[in-house]
């Protein structure tokens, strides 16, 4: 099975990844993972990364397709993978295509997690972390023993920035902005698949697998 999972931030993105993997037992690709190891290691990729990065600017397309197609060249990914957070716009897209034609491994399908911006906000400016130990917790779903205090280590409890209602309204323009467009991309040449985002995790992997038969 060779997957996309794709869906706004606060979708469960993440979480539905590791579940999907398992169940098809293939590997879960990130691309902050593989930023993370190629930075790392000190490749050479993660050294043009890096000066992009030392400069206060975003790495370019190039280099994350490269590093992409890179990891696409792995052996465990012969019996499929599920890529995370690539492509996030079209042109990525449309080289992610190229670098799958080029190895002989089309994609199976494009998997959308679908839920409104009112819920991700909720679920997201509620969200809060601990300074001691980093486990989250919510105001409205996941309450503290005492407000303010964490459950884990009696640390106290902070919104993160990026959690803050009018960061987490711009995060979400951004991904209308750049990465919806590739839902049509995937939706036009019968890739996509979407289903409801909103439930109980297993739930929603339930719906996952159903959706992608």
Known sequence: MRLILVGPPGAGK?????????????????TGDIFRA?????????????????RGELVP???????????????DVAGGFLLDGFPRNTNQAQVLA???????????????????????IKRLSGRRTCQGCGVSSHVEFEKPKVAGVCDKCQG??????????????RRLEIYAQQTEPIISFYNSIGLLKNISALGEVA???KRAIAALG
Not at 66 to 74: I, T
């Open 14 to 30: 993440g979480t539905q990844a590791s579940h999907l993997a398992a169940h098809y037992k293939i590997p879960h690709i990130s």
């Open 38 to 54: 190629n930075l790392k290691n000190g490749t050479e990729l993660g050294k043009k990364a890096q000066s992009f990065m030392d």
């Open 61 to 75: 397309d190039s280099v994350t397709n490269e590093m992409v197609k890179d990891r696409l060249g792995n052996n």
């Open 98 to 120: 190229q670098i799958l034609i080029e190895k002989k491994m089309p994609l199976d399908a494009v998997l959308e997690l679908k839920i409104d911006n009112a819920e991700i």
């Open 156 to 169: 106290q409890l902070y919104q993160r920035e990026d959690d803050k209602e009018e960061v987490v309204a």
């Open 203 to 205: 739930e929603i992997t």
